[in-house]
């Protein structure tokens, strides 16, 4: 069987020189954890999974030191009892906002979906105490609890200094006195594999310094009417649970969802969401809008199997599309206060949506 990741098999190869292919073979919560690990890439489209990761390492960073390589006494072990794994894993990178799905529930949903043919849940509950099922500890004499510590260590290692890389970016772009550089910069940053969660970051920073600069006038009635400022918020983080709503606008009350041109399913469903409200799709592709929204009213079209109620409502849906074309035209157009502004944005919200903001206030106790 194929190690997916080299830091994995890297690791494994150095504390199983000759057996290393076998170990992970026979393992199945090895082979889950490497599944699960890819969003290490930096175009991975997964999510990081750091629920789940944890939830693993958590009971396996106790078990090291109560029962490593002590199987008798293990098997009479009732498990770790819930408030200690949960304040642990929320203690580590990333997991100060983390809910305890994993705990109870979802790491045996994946773990029995992602690796067939096996009988036994990973986690065993146990009345709000935790331990992980003794048949994936051991492969044959090996306990491989170190291990697998090891390597989910090592993919924290690597997502950190993924994180950190697009700060060190911003540190620079601060520093800069040449506006074209600071335009070319962050114009790179914008690219189809981008990760998911900075495209969707850049592209609101551009969005909210280039809406600001239009004007329209609202009012309750002709005496009271005023100019107003464009005004673009941004809903929460980007796994967010937010209904299909990334951005919203005030005061034209407009919807914003941000997407991948290659599953237009996913963009019904959005509008499926939101009852039919008009969404504009800001989309993260080098294509033309104009060949986007074709191809998308040709699916809508084929979705709708010629029935024009559906057809009229997904189409009438479409407010408008917005590609990486248009994010770095409109940013051309900004002034030396807007591209500022566009940097202050993202560090602000690429901070806040990697808990760097938590780390800061750590750091400062």
């Given at each position: ?20 292919q ?7 919560m090895l ?7 890819k969003?290490?890439h ?12 944890y ?5 396996l960073?106790f078990?090291?030191?109560d ?10 072990f009732?498990?770790y009892?819930?408030?200690r794994?949960?304040?642990?894993y929320?203690?580590l990178y990333g997991?100060s ?8 529930s ?20 146990n009345?709000?105490?935790?331990l ?15 291990v697998?510590?090891l ?5 924290i290692?690597?997502l ?10 911003l540190?620079?772009?601060k ?8 335009k070319s ?7 189809e ?19 600001k600069?239009?004007k ?13 400022e ?6 929460g983080r980007?796994n967010?649970n ?6 919203v ?5 407009r ?5 991948e ?12 969401k939101v ?10 592709t ?11 009213e040709?699916?809508?079209?084929l979705?709708?199997?010629?029935m ?8 009438k ?9 248009e ?39």
């Amino acid at each position: 069987m194929k190690i997916t990741e080299s830091f994995v098999a890297e690791i494994l190869k150095k504390e199983y020189p000759k057996d290393y292919q076998r170990i992970y073979d026979g393992s199945p919560m090895l082979q889950y954890l490497d599944k699960k690990m890819k969003a290490v890439h930096g175009n991975s489209k997964t999510r990081r999974s750091l629920a789940s990761i944890y939830a693993i390492y958590s009971i396996l960073y106790f078990y090291q030191n109560d029962f490593y390589e002590n199987v008798e006494e293990y098997r009479r072990f009732e498990g770790y009892d819930y408030i200690r794994l949960f304040n642990f894993y929320r203690s580590l990178y990333g997991g100060s906002k983390l809910q305890n799905h994993a705990l109870n529930s979802r790491v045996n949903g994946e773990f029995h979906n992602k690796i067939k043919d096996i009988s036994n849940d990973l986690i065993i509950i146990n009345n709000g105490k935790y331990l992980i099922h003794i048949d994936y500890i051991y492969v044959g004499r090996y306990d491989i609890s170190q291990v697998a510590c090891l390597i989910i260590e090592r993919y924290i290692e690597l997502l950190m200094a993924k994180d950190h890389a697009l700060i060190g970016v911003l540190e620079k772009l601060k520093s800069l006195a040449d506006y074209e550089k600071k335009k070319s910069t962050i114009n790179a940053l914008l690219t189809e594999d981008a990760e998911a969660r900075i495209f969707e970051i850049i592209s609101y920073a551009i969005l909210k310094n280039h809406y600001k600069n239009i004007k329209v006038y609202f009012g309750y009635t002709k005496e009271t009417i005023a100019e107003v400022e464009l005004e673009l918020y941004k809903t929460g983080r980007t796994n967010a649970n937010d209904g299909g709503i990334d951005f919203v606008m005030r005061p034209v009350g407009r919807f914003f969802q941000v997407t991948e041109v290659n599953n237009y399913d996913k963009y019904l469903l959005d509008i499926d969401k939101v009852m039919h409200f008009p969404i504009s799709f800001v989309i993260k592709t080098k294509q033309q809008r104009d060949t986007v929204l074709t191809d998308l009213e040709r699916y809508i079209a084929l979705r709708s199997s010629g029935m024009t109620v559906l057809e009229e409502r997904y189409r009438k849906a479409i407010e408008e599309i917005i590609t990486i074309n248009e994010l770095q035209e409109w940013m051309q157009e900004l002034d030396n206060a807007d591209i500022d502004g566009i940097i202050r944005d993202i560090d602000i919200y690429y901070k806040l949506e990697m808990n760097m903001d938590d780390e800061a206030e750590e750091d400062d106790e």
